[in-house]
């Protein structure tokens, strides 16, 4: 399975972007899908999970703001960003898990997201 992130790009505080990764194969099977975010200098952060059951989780810096959603049919993964601000500023990267016996999970290979302030 391969993850394909995109979506980023460079926008003002405030402004809004929607990051999205493509899986290449069925993203039903996996038991739950995520955004993490890596600022220079900083460890890899988790932003968001959604379950294969629909429930999400947000880290609180971005609760309200940002909303995580996963649409079956396209097998792809969105995140959308609003009221960006300058500490957003990452690369973000898209995760998988499948848990069958064992855990394996997936990355993408990140999208770069600048906010100016």
């Known amino acids: 399975v391969q993850l394909q992130a995109s979506g980023g790009g460079l926008v003002q505080a405030g402004g809004s972007l929607r990051l999205s990764c493509a899986s290449s194969?069925?993203?039903?099977?996996?038991?739950?899908m995520a955004w993490y975010r890596q600022a220079p200098g900083k460890e890899r952060e988790l932003v968001a999970t959604?379950?294969?059951?629909?429930?999400?989780n947000y880290v609180d810096s971005v609760k309200g703001r940002f909303t995580i959603s996963r649409d079956n049919s396209k097998n792809t993964l969105f995140l959308q960003m609003n009221s960006l601000k300058a500490e957003d500023t990452a690369v973000y990267y898209c995760?998988?898990?499948?848990?069958?016996?064992?855990?394996?999970?997936?990355w993408g290979q990140g999208t770069q997201v600048t906010v100016s302030s």
């Open positions: 194969g069925k993203i039903s099977m996996f038991t739950s």
């Open positions: 959604i379950t294969s059951g629909g429930r999400t």
């Open positions: 995760n998988a898990a499948l848990s069958v016996l064992i855990i394996t999970t997936y």
